[in-house]
C-alpha cells in the first residue's frame, strides 16, 4: 500500500480551515448557499490546474476537473462535496491531530470521545486521528473525501508510467442542504460509473438507498365564530393531526431499521381554517414506495371526508434507489471488492438509509454510482473523528479503481 499519509494530514486540515458550513435557509436565494465554499473550490481548482487537469468552474459552482487517460477502459467518475452541515456549529474549525494510544479522548473543550462508544476507535491505535476542539465539528464529511481525491489524482498526474483512462473529478456545493445536484452539469458528464467517496467506516461500500418522496397535504376546513361553531366548524389543525396519528407507529424511522421503509410527519403549519404538513416516505423497495405514496393519498382522503374537510396531496420524489441502476452494471461494485481484496481492505456492501448525490447522477445518467467510505466517524457532531490509516486506505482504493486492476 502506498502511503499517503502525511499529504493526507497536511491537506485535510488546510481544507477545514475553509469555513464551508452550508445554509438550508439560503436554498433557492443563494447558490452555493454560503460563500465559503466559492473559496474551497476556487482552491481545488488552482490545485487540479496546478496538477496539469482542465478544469470548469461555472455558475451553478460545480467544479470539474479532467484527467486525461493514457490507457483504455471507459471514463471514471470521482467525487465529493465541499460543504458541511450546520447540525452542530461546522465554521472556525481548529482541527487536533493525536497521536492515538488508546482510550478516551479528551478534546480541548471538555468533550469526551468514548472508546466504549467508538469500537472503531480500537483499529488505530498507534496511528494519527483528528478531531475538531470540540467546539465545532471536524468536517470530514466530506472533506476527507475532497482530501482522498486530491490525493489519488495528484500521484497519477505525477506518474505517467501508470496506464489509466480518462477520469472526471467532481467537487459540489451544498450536499447537505440537498441543493448541491439542482445545477449539475450532467450535460458534459463522460463518465461511465461515478463513485462518491462520502461514506464513513473503513470498508464500507453503499450501492443501495432509499427511494425517497415529500407528500405535501394541504386541507381546507369551515370558519366560524366559536360560540356558533357546533355542527359547521371544521377544523384544519384536527385534521392534520388525526392524519398524522393514523400513519402506522411502527412504520415510522424512530421504530425501523434495515430494509424497513417508514412514513414520517415532520413539519405542520397551520390555524383552525387551513393548514399544510409534510410527511417524508422512505422504502428501499420500489413496489413497497409507491404502495406507502398511494396508503398515504387514500388515507389523507378519508380522514378529510370523515371531518367534512377538504384535502389535497403533493407528491415530490427526492431520489431512487440506486441499487436497480448498479445491478444493471454491476462491474463497477465488482471492481471495487477486486482492488480491496488486493489491497487487504476488508470492504463491505452496506445499504443507507438515506440518500447520496450518486443516487441523483445514477437515476438521471443511468450510470453506477457507489459510495465509498472516508474514514470519518460521528459525523454531523462535535465528537466527530477521522482516521488517516483509513483514509489511505481509500487513495490507494480510488488509484487501484483507475489503474483497472
Ligand atoms: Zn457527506
Request: with cysteine; hydrophobic share 35%.
Amino acid at each position: 500500500m502506498k502511503d499517503f499519509k502525511e499529504e493526507l494530514l497536511n491537506n485535510f486540515i488546510f481544507y477545514t480551515t475553509f469555513d464551508t458550513m452550508s445554509n438550508p435557509a439560503m436554498v433557492g436565494k443563494s447558490r452555493p448557499t454560503t460563500e465559503g465554499q466559492k473559496t474551497l473550490l476556487k482552491e481545488l481548482e488552482k490545485e487540479l490546474r496546478e496538477m496539469g487537469l482542465e478544469t470548469t468552474l461555472g455558475e451553478e459552482w460545480v467544479l470539474r476537473g479532467f484527467l486525461k487517460g493514457n490507457g483504455k477502459g471507459k471514463c471514471l467518475g470521482f467525487m465529493a462535496h465541499v460543504d458541511t452541515a450546520d447540525d452542530v456549529m461546522g465554521d472556525n474549525v481548529k482541527a487536533q491531530v493525536l497521536d492515538y494510544e488508546g482510550g478516551d479522548i479528551t478534546l480541548p473543550s471538555g468533550l469526551v470521545i468514548k472508546a466504549e462508544d467508538n469500537p472503531e476507535l480500537s483499529k488505530y491505535v498507534g496511528t494519527k486521528i483528528v478531531t475538531s476542539d470540540g467546539t465545532t465539528l471536524l468536517g470530514s464529511d466530506d472533506k476527507a473525501g475532497v482530501a482522498i481525491i486530491m490525493s489519488a489524482i495528484k500521484y497519477l498526474s505525477t506518474h505517467p508510467e501508470i496506464s489509466h483512462p480518462d477520469i472526471e473529478v467532481y467537487f459540489t456545493p451544498d450536499e447537505e442542504t440537498g441543493a448541491g445536484m439542482d445545477g449539475f452539469p450532467y450535460e458534459s458528464m463522460k463518465c461511465s460509473v461515478c463513485y462518491t467517496i462520502d461514506g464513513s467506516r473503513e470498508g464500507e461500500v453503499e450501492a443501495e438507498c432509499f427511494n425517497a418522496a415529500t407528500v405535501t397535504v394541504r386541507v381546507r376546513g369551515v370558519s366560524i365564530h366559536l360560540g356558533s361553531a357546533r355542527g359547521v366548524m371544521v377544523n384544519a389543525l384536527t385534521i392534520l393531526s388525526q392524519i398524522a396519528s393514523t400513519l402506522p407507529q411502527a412504520e415510522s424511522p424512530e421504530a425501523t431499521d434495515g430494509r424497513y421503509g417508514y412514513y414520517c410527519p415532520l413539519e405542520v403549519r397551520s390555524t383552525g381554517t387551513e393548514g399544510e404538513m409534510q410527511i417524508f416516505i422512505r422504502d428501499h423497495d420500489e413496489e413497497m414506495f409507491n404502495f406507502r405514496i398511494e396508503a398515504v393519498k387514500k388515507l389523507v382522503d378519508a380522514i378529510a371526508f370523515i371531518y367534512k374537510g377538504r384535502a389535497d396531496v403533493d407528491v415530490h420524489v427526492s431520489y431512487h434507489n440506486m441499487a436497480n441502476v448498479n445491478k444493471n452494471d454491476p462491474s463497477a461494485l465488482d471492481a471495487v471488492f477486486k482492488v480491496a481484496k488486493e489491497l487487504g481492505i476488508d470492504c463491505r456492501a452496506e445499504i443507507i438509509r438515506g440518500g447520496t448525490d450518486g443516487a441523483r447522477i445514477a437515476e438521471r445518467m443511468k450510470i453506477s454510482s457507489p459510495n465509498l467510505f472516508t474514514g470519518g466517524h460521528n459525523l454531523h457532531s462535535l465528537s466527530e473523528w477521522v482516521s488517516i490509516e483509513a483514509m489511505n486506505k481509500a487513495v490507494n482504493l480510488v488509484i487501484g479503481l483507475a489503474e483497472g486492476r
